[in-house]
């Protein structure tokens, strides 16, 4: 949880969590709740991203402010900077719409406003956030019908919203093969779903990028990814090399997640040597 104000001029495409910024995170729950004793040994699992900041004079990163700003060069080039990444649909709503008003002015071309706020992502298609109970309650005997119990049908619904529907029809068609590796049929269905249906081809690609299990699930990572890659090995017909490559990369992501930066060297070394 929480943030740091460090200062970062590292590699921006690959920030590591630090001994410093996991001191300053836990030193900061101490400080606002004096009974909670977390210690280092309570992380499950962490991560580092940066926040782009707009430079201030005489300003450090605490004082600076979170707000976006959008400036436009004497070239027409129009930049937008600061913010946070919750905000990042409102601030491309903002440069959408004022494009939009300088081609009308400078072309005559006219542009509908931005629309996205009311637009569903995939799976949203339920008439709205407040049907999403009923909707998720009305898919449990679907689920219970291809052997889930009650609650794994509801977690699924509420992760796969109005697309459950078809992640329970290739969970029904494959169950054989949640079986035959000694999967789980919920991580099974999410992920026979996430090969057909979002692009995943590597098991960091299945446990990072579309469930986020390596964040906020560690634990089903460690005890299910020799199971979800010798699946994957033979669903994408891996050679040895590519095993390799791919259970190497897991396994450094498991490190990179649990351990800070300072410390990795040695892991990480085993690691590829394994």
Known sequence: MGTTDTFYDQDKANPNVTLSDRSYIINAIHYMFPDVKITEKDIESSWAGVRPLIYEEGKNASEISRKD?????????????????TGYRKMAETIVDLLAKKFQASEGRNFKACNTKHMPISGGNLGGSSKLEAFVNSQVEAGVAI????EEAKDLARRYGSNVSEVFELLKSKKMDALKYGLPLPLFAKLVYAIQNE???TPID????????????????????????QYMKD???????ELQKYTWALENALIEATVPVEERKELLTASNEN
């Open 69 to 85: 700003e959008i400036w436009e060069s004497q070239s027409g080039l129009i930049t937008i900077a600061g913010g946070k990444l």
């Open 147 to 150: 052997g889930l119990t009650k």
């Open 199 to 201: 692009m995943t081809v």
């Open 206 to 229: 299945f446990f990072n990028r579309r469930t986020g299990a390596i964040l906020f699930d560690i634990k089903t990572v460690k005890q299910w990814r020799h199971k979800v890659i």
């Open 235 to 241: 669903e994408f017909s891996w050679d040895e090399k």
